[in-house]
């Protein structure tokens, strides 16, 4: 059994809604990103979204891409990424990590090195935003013959057959982007959320995970109403671009603990 699956299904026997952080690597600091990582689970993390730094992140707001560039102008590289997964398992054997990011990274390595590499050093899943589904059928199965999840994204507008189709190549959980738009803009419409989920559910028995828009306790706990899970990137990338290098793992720590209390609360 994979740590993804474990973990919702702990969480489904405690009642509890999971909760998923995303920080990309390298950012501030390459240095940072372990800390950061471990602040991010004792604040109350049941899966961390890493990601890979890419120069064109196509699907990510204002507030990643520059999470991106930060760690670019780093001289952050997939090998580091992988690395820094290595390092985080030495003390944490438990976490799922899922690596988030760009086909383009993936495919210079090479797929089946990727895939070799992730699973050496303890990644649990991929979901790689650019490859669709009719695409990736091969990577997916290569990803699952190393026991780490393929995750893809579903959106507002996918269809019922779009989202038959990914439950019957993803595994460990969907991600349903609650906004027609790119990571950190809008304004969730929790009505259309309440409404899309359970037909999500009809068609796929993983968790499924919302994410984009979500920016405080409240919303959280909205989704969390209807989801499995919550994902939150781009506020806590805000959190560490205000907070500053010296004091973002304390930042990031305080702002999910708030997530993970609401989250929690009945």
Do not use: W
């Amino acid at each position: 059994m994979s740590r993804i699956k474990q973990c919702f299904e702990l969480l489904a026997r405690a009642q509890r809604k999971g909760l998923i952080p995303y920080i990309t690597a390298g950012d501030p600091s390459l240095a940072l990103t372990l800390p950061l990582m471990h602040a991010l689970v004792e604040a109350g993390a049941d899966v961390i979204e890493l990601g890979i730094p890419f120069s064109d992140p196509m699907a990510d707001g204002p507030v990643i891409q520059r999470a991106s560039e930060r760690a670019l102008l780093n001289g952050v590289t997939l090998d580091d990424v992988l690395q820094t997964v290595a390092q985080f398992r030495q003390t944490n054997i438990t976490t799922p990590v899922v690596l988030m990011g760009y086909a383009n990274p993936i495919e210079r390595m090479g797929t089946a090195v990727f895939a070799d590499r992730a699973r050496a050093v303890g990644v649990d899943g991929v979901l790689v935003v650019d490859y669709p589904p009719e695409e990736c059928a091969d990577f997916a199965a290569t990803l699952r013959a190393h026991n780490i999840d393929p995750i893809f994204l579903l959106a507002p507008t996918s269809t019922d057959d779009r989202i038959a189709q990914i439950g019957k190549i993803a595994s460990g959980y969907v991600y349903y982007v609650s906004l027609k738009g790119v990571t950190g803009s809008g304004a969730l419409d929790l009505a259309e959320v309440a409404q899309r989920i359970p037909k999500i559910k009809q068609r796929t028995n993983l968790p499924v995970g919302v994410g984009f828009g979500i920016r405080d306790g409240a919303t959280a706990r909205a989704i969390g109403a209807q989801a499995d899970a919550v994902v939150i990137g781009s506020r806590i990338i805000q959190e560490i671009e205000q907070a500053g290098a010296a004091k973002a793992v304390e930042a990031v720590k305080t702002f999910v603990s708030g997530i993970r209390t609401a989250l929690d609360t009945k």
